[in-house]
T-cell receptor, first 115, second 114 residues
Framework: AQSVAQPEDQVNVAEGNPLTVKCTYS??????LFWYVQYPNRGLQFLLK????DNLVKGSYGFEAEFNKSQTSFHLKKPSALVSDSALYFC?????????????WGLGTSLAVNP | NAGVMQNPRHLVRRRGQEARLRCSPM?????VYWYRQLPEEGLKFMVY????????ESGMPKERFSAEFPKEGPSILRIQQVVRGDSAAYFC????????????FGQGTRLTVV
């Protein structure tokens, strides 16, 4: 079965420190991978995606993610965290085969950046 | 170009009433997806629609839930005879006809059943 795992419910980092939010996946075929962020009382916002090409993708707000096929991971990273980065982060994946457009979501990781 | 618009933002219904959630996709988008976010859970796919067609409803509960995306007007997610367990945030996303690589989400409708 296809699935996405975000092993950490919560990540705490100090402002200015690097942050990593982990995501691993299990999907047949070649995956399309996404990160979304949800700020309190807001909708989901797209951060970045991996479709093909360079394994390191850069996205909005200084975030980046590295696709690792052998480890089936797509961890979200940022070199220097800001307090305003505190939010809920969702990893999502879909199989690129055929007409399937259904995203499969992780349960989310709550990021708290402390001043 | 307005984003995906969902209304209402907040909806309160008594048990047994009907809830109708509306989603207007971005201009030029003919694909709509509905997701449900339950407390303490992640997003769960419900249904994928194109104009006048349901493509994939594998995530929809078999009873009380229905969705449509008519030729004109917004997509509607309808929940009949709501129960407390239906309380959740419901998100709609849309994508264009071709070259889909990401979906644009609305801000969600928070349904509270009292």
């Amino acid at each position: 079965a296809q699935s996405v795992a975000q092993p950490e419910d919560q990540v705490n980092v100090a402002e200015g420190n690097p942050l990593t939010v982990k995501c691993t996946y299990s999907v047949s075929g070649n995956p399309y991978l996404f990160w979304y962020v949800q700020y309190p009382n807001r909708g989901l916002q797209f951060l970045l995606k991996y479709i093909t090409g360079d394994n390191l993708v850069k996205g909005s707000y200084g975030f980046e993610a590295e696709f690792n096929k052998s480890q089936t991971s797509f961890h979200l990273k940022k070199p220097s965290a800001l307090v305003s980065d505190s939010a809920l982060y969702f990893c999502a994946v879909r199989n690129n085969a055929g007409n399937n457009r259904k995203l499969i979501w992780g349960l989310g990781t709550s990021l708290a950046v402390n001043p | 170009n307005a984003g995906v618009m969902q209304n209402p933002r907040h909806l309160v219904r008594r048990r047994g009433q009907e809830a109708r959630l509306r989603c207007s996709p971005m201009k030029g988008h003919s694909h709509v997806y509905w997701y449900r976010q339950l407390p303490e859970e992640g997003l769960k796919f419900m249904v994928y629609l194109q104009k006048e067609n349901i493509i994939d409803e594998s995530g929809m509960p078999k009873e009380r839930f229905s969705a449509e995306f008519p030729k004109e007007g917004p997509s509607i997610l309808r929940i009949q005879q709501v129960v407390r367990g239906d309380s959740a945030a419901y998100f709609c996303a849309s994508s264009p006809i071709s070259g889909w690589t990401e979906a644009f989400f609305g801000q969600g409708t928070r349904l509270t059943v009292v």
